[in-house]
């Protein structure tokens, strides 16, 4: 068996860590101006313009079932939808709000479908409810909100209860937590209390725990869904850590005691979470691949990005980065389903990322740079049983000690294994090679 063992959740982490994978979706009102999701702030656009998009928002061929069926395909495991980002608009039916997809010319219940069809294909069912709301008239304008460099800024901030809004988060968190059924993954995002204040407005301040009451909030979500698994991302330690489109270089620790931790990075396949047509820094396959590779091989999840288009469908960039993982995963789920860092007396070969399989029976090697013929695995010799290649099963044969070759310069060592590969690449963008263990 493994021997990480991880700083204790109040959730149910446990089919979290085997499945490993999972899609992010980014959809909302920012998807028509298709500029960014932060789009509203960053432009600083008024209510007056931003309402047109809730005038004309209208999905037509928004189709879940095909979302559910190409994140299947591609080997994800759960899913997260944005069910209110930071702009406010919801895409539930809730009883508090009148700014809500039931009420655009679209008018249907955008959460319930997506729940439907992703729970239908199996995958576990994810809702991030963003904690900051640019809309909702009782949020206090600050650094960040839209409004921050009107005339009048602190005018209209004057008398907005932050308490009466978390009040708000905490009644439509109940609805999402009531009317969908199961859910296992609740994504709050952010909290920014320690960012600077400007000097110019003193009277702007970040938000944090004690304004969104969350644990309140908290004790809300586990009260209707006990096992939930919940970020930390409201200022109070939960089940997850949630680095952003970074990739760690090794397991991410608790900041406090230094306890392994249960950890998720979340990326995107391109620069914007929400549709941005004109960005283009979208990720090779290669990067695509050696991303949730390397999340895997240092005891992390990968949660991997969609930002559908304002007629609701994934873009043919979107498709083609699900299929690259579909293509992949198709070969060599074994090698990320039910693995984690492999214990420390397996070292990690030059150019190659390793898993292991939580029993400890197998060990995965990724050849993110193809050797030229033979492997060298100095400390391995006496350990593995059998090898093979992942995506047809085919044998590698295997020798102890020495490379057997007649050039000079040959490795030589007691306790070197080496596997002969095939000097053609196999036809895959990361090939894998599985030991099984004595």
Not at 213 to 227: D, N, S, V, Y
Not at 242 to 251: F, K
Not at 288 to 303: A, D, E, P, R, Y
Not at 370 to 395: C, H, I, M, R, T
């Amino acid at each position: 068996m493994s021997s990480y063992v991880t700083r204790k959740t109040p959730g149910d982490t446990a089919w979290f860590t085997h499945d490993r994978f999972g899609m992010f979706i980014h959809f909302g009102l920012y998807a028509m101006p298709a500029r960014h999701e932060w789009i509203k702030m960053r432009e600083m656009i008024t209510e007056e313009h931003y309402d047109k998009y809730f005038k004309y928002f209208n999905p037509d061929m928004y189709d879940p079932k095909e979302w559910a069926r190409q994140a299947k395909a591609a080997g994800m495991k759960y899913v997260v939808l944005t069910t209110k980002h930071h702009e406010g608009f919801c895409l539930f039916d809730s009883k508090f709000t009148d700014y809500k997809s039931t009420n655009t010319p679209f008018g249907r219940d955008i959460v319930r479908e997506y729940v439907e069809a992703f729970r239908a294909e199996g995958l576990h069912i994810g809702f991030y409810y963003s904690l900051i709301d640019w809309h909702h008239p009782e949020f206090p304008i600050d650094m960040i909100h839209p409004r921050r460099e009107d005339a009048n800024a602190e005018e209209l901030s004057r008398g907005r209860d932050v308490h009466k809004y978390a009040e708000y988060m905490r009644n439509q968190v109940t609805e999402l937590l009531t009317n969908y059924g199961k859910i296992d993954v609740l994504w709050f995002d952010f909290s920014y209390s320690n960012h600077e204040v400007p000097e110019k407005s003193p009277w702007m301040k970040g938000k944090g725990k004690d304004d969104w009451e969350a644990e309140k909030l908290i004790q809300t979500a586990r009260e209707l869904q006990p096992g939930i698994i919940i970020d930390n991302r409201t200022e109070i330690e939960q089940d997850l850590w949630t680095p952003e489109q970074y990739q760690p270089l090794s397991w991410v620790r608790h900041a406090e005691t230094g306890e392994l931790v249960t950890w998720e990075a979340c990326q995107t396949f391109s620069g914007s979470w929400g549709y941005f047509r004109d960005e283009m820094t979208w990720k090779s396959p290669e990067m695509l691949v050696q991303m949730l590779i390397n999340t895997v091989s240092i005891g992390g999840n990968l949660l991997m990005n969609v930002g559908p288009t304002a007629r609701g469908y994934l873009d043919y960039r979107a498709e083609n980065a699900l299929k690259v993982y579909a293509d992949w995963m198709k070969y060599h789920s074994r090698s990320i389903y039910g693995c984690t860092m492999a214990e420390p007396e397996f070292q990690e070969p030059r150019g190659c990322r390793l898993t292991q399989s939580v029993d400890g029976k197998r060990l995965y090697i990724h050849l993110c740079e193809y050797p030229y013929k033979f492997l060298e695995l100095p400390g391995y010799a006496g350990k593995v049983d059998y090898a093979q290649l992942l995506n047809d099963g085919s044998e590698l044969k295997m020798t102890e000690n020495e490379v057997q070759h007649f050039s000079e310069g040959r490795s030589k060592s007691d306790d070197l294994l080496v596997i002969e590969l095939p000097e053609v690449k196999p036809p895959v963008i990361v090939p894998v090679i599985e030991l099984f263990l004595k």
